[in-house]
C-alpha cells in the first residue's frame, strides 16, 4: 500500500466486533481506506495505470503481475504514437468555455451513472452539477459514494485524468479544492489543443455531435473532428409531430411514404454538403436492434395506419415496428450510395436504466449480411456479448468491431475481448479506441487506458508464444491508429 494519505469519512476508527458487525459504517472505512494502488507513482508520459509501492508494474486491471521487457517497450510505443478515436461527444471548444467548470465536471459523465447506482439520489447527483451550490457543500454530498465508485472503470478514469492532466495523484478530501481551482483555470482557448492533441495525442476523433440527433447542422472544426450524423429520427417517426419536424429540417413536405423517404434523401445531402464522414445510430437505446427485411405494401400500410388516422398514437406495436425496420433499410441504402460508414450503438446502454438484451449485436445479423457493401462500425465491444460480437467481426468482411467506451466501463473485460479479437478477427479490422466522452478530461484518461489494455495485450500475447515479438507493435499500430485512419479517410464523400 501507498503511504498517501487516506480519507476518512468518520472521525475516530470504529473496531467491528469479531467479524459478524459488519455495519455501514465499518464498510465505509474499508471502502475509504482503499488505495487506487492500481495508480500510484505513474506519470503521464507512461500509459501504464500501474505500480506498487516499490515501483513494480501491475497490470490494468489491477492484477499484480510480472514485468517483462516486451511490456515496457510496448507501454513505451504507445505513449509515444498518435492514435485514432473513433467515437466522441465532446462539446466543442467553444461551448465549452461557456461553461463554468468545477471539480465535479470530472462527475458529469459516466461516473455521475455510478453515483446513483451506489445509490446517491438522481436529484443528488443532478446538483453536482449546480455552480451555485457551494463546492464544500457538494463535496459533502458526494464524497460517502466516491470510496464506492471510484473502484469502477469510470472512477479510474477521472482518477487518471486528475493525476494526468492537473497534478492531483488522488481525488479526496484534502486534493478537491485544488483540483477545482486547476480545473476551472484550465478552461481556457487552447485546452482541447493541449489536451486532445498534445497530451493524448489523437489525431482526430469521430464526433458524433448529441446537438445534430434531431436534424440541427453539423458545426464541424476538421482540426480535431470527422463528423458522423445521426438519422434515427426518421426511423423512429410515429407521430405527426415527429412529420412536422421532418419536414422543417428538410423542407419537403411529408404526407406519404415516398415523402418521408425523399425527405431522408435529402438531409442526407445536407449533411453531405456540411462534411459528414458518416452516420450513426444510437436506437439501441430505443428498441431492439433486431431489423427485419419489410416489404414496401407492407411499410406503406404501416405508414398509413400510423398517419392516416386521427390518433396515431393507438397503432400496435407492431405497425411502428414495421415503418421503424423499413426506414432503417432506407437509411442503409443511402450509406451505402454515398460510400461512407455506418457506426452502430451495441450492447450496454449509457445511464441508470438499461434493456441489455435487445442491444445484443448478434441481432444485426440480418441486416450486416443483407448489405455486404457497407462498412459497419459496431461500437462497444458489444458488451456484455462480447463472443457474439467478435463472431460477426470474425465471418463478416463489412464489420469493423470497435472497442471505443469499454476500456472505462471495465478495462479487465476490454483485454479479454481484445485478446479474443486478435485470435478471431484479421487485424486490418480491429478498431481499438473511441473515447466516447463530453469532456476533453475523460477522452485522455481514456485514451491512456487504451493505451495500457493494448500494450498489456500484446505483451501477454507475445509472453505466452502467440505473436512473434516483432508483430506485436506493428498490431498495436493497426489497432490503435491505421485501421480507424484507413475507414475514415479512404471514403470518397460526396461525388457532387
Ligand atoms: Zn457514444
Known amino acids: 500500500m501507498s503511504d498517501k494519505p487516506h480519507e476518512h469519512h468518520h472521525g475516530h ?11 455501514r459504517r465499518t464498510l465505509m472505512q474499508a471502502a475509504a481506506a482503499f488505495t487506487p494502488l492500481s495508480l500510484v507513482g505513474s506519470s503521464g508520459a507512461d500509459p501504464l495505470l500501474a505500480k506498487d509501492s516499490s515501483g513494480r508494474p501491475l497490470g490494468v486491471a489491477g492484477q499484480p503481475r510480472s514485468d517483462s521487457s516486451i511490456w515496457k517497450a510496448l507501454r513505451e510505443h504507445a505513449a509515444r504514437m498518435t492514435i485514432l478515436d473513433t467515437h466522441e461527444h465532446l462539446w466543442h471548444e467553444d461551448v ?3 461553461k463554468k467548470v468545477d471539480f465535479f465536471l470530472l462527475f458529469s459523465h459516466y461516473t455521475d451513472a455510478d453515483l446513483v447506482t451506489a445509490g446517491m439520489t438522481p436529484q443528488a447527483v443532478h446538483d453536482l452539477q449546480n455552480p ?19 473502484t469502477t472503470g469510470y472512477g479510474r478514469c477521472m482518477l487518471i485524468a486528475a493525476r494526468d492532466l492537473f497534478g492531483i495523484e488522488d481525488i479526496n478530501k484534502q486534493t478537491y479544492r485544488l483540483l477545482s ?7 481556457k482557448p487552447g485546452w482541447f489543443e493541449e489536451v486532445l492533441k498534445e497530451k493524448a495525442r489523437i489525431e482526430y476523433s469521430v464526433e458524433d455531435d448529441l446537438t445534430t440527433i434531431r436534424g440541427e447542422p453539423l458545426k464541424l472544426n476538421p482540426k480535431f473532428y470527422k463528423m458522423v450524423s445521426r438519422f434515427d429520427y426518421f426511423i423512429m417517426a410515429n407521430r405527426r409531430e415527429d412529420l412536422d419536424h421532418i419536414e422543417k429540417v428538410t423542407g419537403v413536405a411529408v404526407s406519404k411514404l415516398a415523402d418521408l423517404e425523399d425527405a431522408l434523401a435529402k438531409a442526407f445531402e445536407n449533411r453531405l454538403r456540411e462534411g459528414m464522414a458518416g ?7 430505443q428498441r431492439s436492434l433486431h431489423y427485419e427485411k419489410v416489404s414496401r405494401e407492407e ?10 388516422t386521427p390518433s396515431p398514437a393507438t397503432a400496435d406495436a407492431a405497425t411502428r415496428k414495421t415503418l421503424e425496420d423499413y426506414m432503417m433499410h432506407k437509411t442503409v441504402q443511402q450509406v451505402a450510395e454515398h460510400h461512407i460508414p455506418f457506426q452502430i450503438h451495441t450492447g450496454f446502454e449509457a445511464g441508470n ?15 450486416l449480411n443483407e448489405y455486404p457493401q457497407v462498412r459497419f462500425d459496431l461500437f462497444h465491444g458489444g458488451y456484455p456479448y462480447g463472443g457474439e460480437f467478435a463472431a460477426l467481426g470474425k465471418s463478416l468482411a463489412n464489420v469493423y468491431p470497435d472497442l471505443c467506451w469499454l476500456h472505462i466501463i471495465a478495462p479487465g473485460v476490454a483485454k479479454r475481448t481484445l485478446h479474443e479479437l486478435i485470435e478471431t478477427v484479421p487485424a486490418n479490422k480491429i478498431l481499438g479506441f473511441g473515447g466516447d466522452f463530453f469532456h476533453v478530461e475523460g477522452a485522455y484518461g481514456h485514451a491512456q487506458m487504451a493505451r495500457a489494455v493494448t500494450a498489456e495485450v500484446l505483451a501477454e500475447k507475445v509472453e505466452q508464444g502467440y505473436l512473434r515479438e516483432e508483430e506485436a507493435p506493428l498490431l498495436m499500430e493497426r489497432i490503435l491508429y491505421l485501421n480507424g485512419k484507413e475507414l475514415w479517410s479512404a471514403n470518397p464523400a460526396s461525388p457532387s
Do not use: C, M
Open 279 to 285: 452516420v450513426k445510430s444510437g436506437l439501441a437505446y
Open 299 to 308: 411499410a406503406e400500410r404501416a405508414f398509413n395506419t400510423l398517419f392516416g
Open 132 to 150: 451555485e451550490i457551494p463546492l464544500e457543500k457538494r463535496w459533502k454530498d458526494f464524497a460517502p459514494y466516491w470510496p464506492f465508485t471510484r
Open 13 to 23: 476508527s470504529h473496531p467491528h466486533s469479531g467479524g459478524k458487525d459488519l455495519s
Open 96 to 98: 465549452r468555455l461557456q
Open 181 to 187: 481551482e486547476r480545473i476551472a483555470a484550465a478552461n
Open 353 to 367: 436504466r438499461n434493456h441489455v438484451a435487445r442491444t445484443n449485436p448478434s441481432h444485426l445479423s440480418d441486416l
